[in-house]
């Protein structure tokens, strides 16, 4: 026991650094985040029992996989009977639910016991606590960060605190939509409905917990990547290592969780280092460089009319929205290591029909747990970001036709029968389990289109040349490495020859690269189309391939310095890691822009999402607070419409609780019903303004409107025309500021 803790004291030593370090940098904040970090741990370890199945070829069992497993099955299952109006959602409901899971966990575990099976990675205790630790510091960094710039304003926060706001009020799902009042949100609410979840469960308040959210997920952004190449390496590398190289998996799992969370592209590289270093020499002006310039190129530098969007995680991180594609980053992470631990296991198992009877050959095809939770996961992304389905259902399908080429031994009709048989069972059970979803959806995808406007050449160098290159470099290399080693060549021996972590790289390679080609050729039509037609096509595209990116140059640039013997390829790997990590600058350059003074922890605000309404809505602040603090359920609150990302519809975001009609762009998106929008605006605007009580009083009850808030925008969008006097006379003042202007009245009915 002793020797034990002898060996551990360094990692506990680590422990209490951190634990302080967190109490000091974080101040009031840091029981929050303690009891967010200390929920995901306790839920990862009651939940290993079914993550050790499903990862029983990791060397640590899937431990940090097993965070984000727990949190996908309690909180989809609590969504999902909930949607079917078996339950209500409720905090008592969400942790009733997770207690169930928590129960069947252990009835596995037991039986486990049983069989002697082992689950828990019982003799790795040293690197579980290692990645529990550099889990907690991530987390850490950017829940620091975010401390600098809490605000749930700007950009679409609004829009993303206000679905947490609506679903804390509502006991049914989906909520009431706060910017549509006649609707519920017809949007992927999935994410938003996670971090809610989480905060039920857990206690905590909204208000810190937006923020919470989105650097929790950062921290799995990181961690993830980096337990799934270390293992990717360790495979690679075998069993028999010592020396330094033991080393390597961890070196290239850190550099993974680098390249997809934490680093910016070659975009930085070029404009703000190269180019105003070129500009300096020749005694010119140096060019100032903007962090989101990295994620608007195409189609802004040059000028002209095919605006894009090629975001990338750390963007999103330092931005701060919690949207669903930011929030689907730990399930799809989840999924692709799903999909290397299958490769694994199908590949020791090696079922075949000459050494299995038809039906156990079809059974043990079907019914891998690894492809069912795949399954069910691909299902969860219609609601959380659909566009994450159709990538990674095309990614999943491409995993299994390589496999079965392999494990089929060549054979066409039994690959294909098996592979479509897997599509079809994966598309179906996705389908069924997202149906109370699916049911209530209007989709907002207006077909597919060609392609009329393409990338610059060298635009697409910059922002995806080198992943591409080294990608390019190990396929080819790997192909020509193997061919010559091979008598009769086929492609089946040629992939068969491919060891499975060289093999996901390579496909995990191919697919970014897909994705990036795919907007060039078609791209999928919505309101944006003119001006902005493959904005929304590129953007969701390119941010799942730069994920796949980020771990395949992880693991290439490992292959090419240490596997590879020619100088060529070595050159090739130590450009490509110089570049890689010069691109990581852009982490400093967008934390020094967006986050100011973070070296100062004097300097920090806080993660209340909600603070900045004191500063910025000086006039509405208290009235808001006071329809957060008084009014249950979900009444309807009328306040000003406005445009989209604009100060408008503060109100109902803030409180999440439903307007007439919102932020105009987005409910355009969701409804493509400009009509109705017209008339709600011209609606709102004549209960603000009409002198006709007979009027006024027909659209309070045709929109069946409790509250009428009165403040800034209003007084600011109608001016002169607001009738103070009629809407006073509408019912009871039950907030009236004393020091400004603003008042709330509550309708008499």
Known sequence: MKTKIRETLPEIIAAVILAALSAYLLQGDVWTFWTWWLLALFMGMVAMPLTGRLFEGFEDKGWLFSKVLAI????????????????SFTAAVCIGVSVACAVVCAVIFHIQLKKDIECYPTGKIRLIIREELLFFGIFLMWTYLAGFRPQAYGTEKFMDYGFMEAMMRSTTLPARD?????????????????????????????ELTYNLMRTFVAGLAFIMPFSLVHQMVKDRLGRNISGWKKKLPSVTGFLAGIAVSVAGNMHYVVYACVIPWIQKLKGEEVSSYWFPDATRYIGFNPDVADKTIHEFPCYSFV???????????????????????WMKKVRTTKITLENTEKKEFWRRQLLMPQ???????????????????VIYYVVTGGTLLFMNIICLKGDIRQILAVTIAQAIEIFAIATVIILPFTLQFTTMVQGVRLAQNHSLPHQLLILWGLPTIL?????????????????HKSLYRLMKAVRTPDLFAVIMGLCAIGLVAIPELVYVRDIYENGNARANTMFKLTYQAYIMFGMTMAYVIFRLLFINCKKILKAV????????????????????????????????????????LETDFVEDAGAIRWLKENIQDSPVVLEANGDSYSNYERVSAMTGLPTVMGWYVHEWLWRNDVADLNEKSAEIESIYTSTDTQRVQELIKKYDISYIFVGSCEREKYGENLNNAGLESLGEIVYQDSNYETYIVKIEK
Not at 333 to 339: K, N, P
Request: proline share 1%; hydrophobic share 55%.
């Open 573 to 612: 790997g130590v450009i490509g890691f110089v570049l890689l990590l010069w691109t990581c600058g852009y982490f400093g350059r967008s934390v020094d822009s967006w986050f100011g003074q973070v070296l100062d922890p004097s300097q920090y605000k806080g993660l209340n999402a909600t603070a900045f």
């Open 371 to 389: 492809l069912l939770a795949a399954a069910a996961l691909l299902g969860m992304f219609h609601w959380t970001n659909y566009w994450d389905f």
């Open 72 to 87: 996908a099955v309690t909180g989809f299952l609590t969504w999902f009977l909930v949607a079917l109006e078996i339950l």
């Open 471 to 487: 990608t390019l470099v190990f396929v080819i290399s790997l192909i020509i490495e193997k061919l010559k080693k091979l008598e």
């Open 178 to 206: 706060l910017w549509y009042s006649e609707g519920t949100i017809n949007y992927y609410y999935g994410g938003q409905y996670f971090a809610v979840f989480l905060t039920k469960l857990s206690g905590t308040k909204v």
């Open 319 to 341: 931005l701060g929205d919690l949207h669903a594609h930011v929030v689907d980053i730990m399930f799809v992470l989840l999924i692709l290591a799903l999909l290397y631990a």
